[in-house]
Nanobody, 123 residues
């Protein structure tokens, strides 16, 4: 089992940047593929990005490609999401999640979830 705690959310103006962190504890973080999801008010939770256990492979939803970067530091048991050129439509609660599956993009394929961190982008 792994416990996940997100941090780094906040309020930014459009065009700004933010870096989210996800601290992991419990079973070996480096054995899990990891993902970021987000959920806006009244909407379903959606996939943002995923990264392999080694950090070599990544995959993004189209709307964040070129603006967001997912990365991890296995020595520090931490997952990151660097966000640039933020848009109002990026406003959501952001969640990190862990999975043993191969870079899935659906919520049902992730086993462990954090509690989320709020990102608000003003226009």
């Amino acid at each position: 089992q792994v416990q996940l705690v997100e941090s780094g959310g906040g309020l930014r103006q459009a065009g700004g940047s933010l870096r989210l962190s996800c601290a992991a504890s419990g079973r070996a973080f480096s054995t899990y593929n990891m993902g970021w999801f987000r959920q806006a008010p009244g909407k379903e939770r959606e996939f943002v990005a995923t990264i392999s256990s080694s950090g070599v492979y990544t995959y993004y939803r189209d709307s964040v490609k070129g603006r967001f970067t997912i990365s991890r530091d296995n020595a520090e048991n931490t997952l990151y999401l660097q966000m640039y050129s933020l848009k109002p439509e990026d406003t959501a609660v952001y969640y990190c999640a862990a999975t043993s599956r191969n870079l899935p993009t659906t919520t049902k394929d992730y086993t462990y979830w954090g509690q989320g961190t709020q990102v608000t982008v003003s226009s």
